[in-house]
């Protein structure tokens, strides 16, 4: 049975860990912690130390295996919420999916990244109300652990959950959820959907960096968009840009190995690549995300159409492989 040197070796050392969290999240016995680079052991395996059969770790992991997602005829659509968040991204679609789940009782929670709007820092949150997402809206580009809250949710009787997140931290979810380990099990049953962002790598601190670059304060900042190159700042009085080179490089070590731009492991994937300003672009990968978008639109919440630039989110994932 797999213990985690098995994962050391086959992610940590390699350079392929993102942080993602799922790891330490599944560890029964707490000995895995999210410091530095790569996540730390603190001493207690139970397979190293007591020769328990476990394997938690390794096999929630979406870096230490080779995965394919499954095949499905992918739906591309121009979204636009109908739900008035302050905080929302592009069109908004991936707030409104999430309040019409809970809404219809598709879902009863969701783990999501929200932030403390002074300092911008990014924090893991367990919603389950309409009025809790909205206050959680909007991108986090700053590295941030949302498998943090799984164990809580689980714990608290929280049976439906919904997990919005990057790339790697979907392909664990897909992991954990397709698992047949006896100690994933509870995990595994309790993801219902899983919502993936176009992702081009996760910061260590971007708004320390683009805060400096153009000398604001981090409590003037309402949301951050990178897209064209540039990372676009919005405030209460306007936008300010700052060229993503002057950032990029940021990025935490393990991004530099992920050629996943577009979330091919999720339910549905959104971001703003394709469409035009105000919109979402999402991609329904399954019947999983057929049925949680299909519920948003009877719900009246969401609108679409069939005006998405495909090429332009093909390319943007092209990209993403051809430069790792």
Known sequence: MESYKELEEAAWKQGLCTKCGACAAVCPAGTISLGGISPVYGGNCKVVVDNIPCGACYNSCGRAHASE????????YAAKSRTRAPYAQSGGAVTSLLVSALGSGLIDGALVMGVDRFT??????????????MQAAGSRYSWGNVFEGLGDAVKNGLERLAIVGTPCAIESAHRIMSSNLDVLECYGKCIRFTIG?????????????????????????????????????????????VPFSKVK???LPGCSNCTD???????VSAGNIGTGEGFTTLVIRNDSGKALVSNAVELGNITLSDDVDESAVEEAAQRKMDIR
């Open 120 to 133: 911008q820092e990014p924090r893991a949150m367990v919603v389950t109300t309409g009025e809790e997402v």
């Open 261 to 267: 731009f577009a979330s091919v492991f999720a339910d």
């Open 249 to 251: 490089d940021d990025a």
């Open 69 to 76: 997602p499954g095949k499905y005829n992918l739906k591309f």
């Open 197 to 241: 962002v176009f992702c081009s790598g996760i910061f260590g601190n971007i708004e320390d960096a683009v805060c400096g670059e153009r000398d604001l304060e981090k409590w003037q900042v309402k949301k951050m968009e990178i897209k064209d190159g540039k990372v676009y700042v919005h405030l209460k009085t306007g936008i300010k840009q």
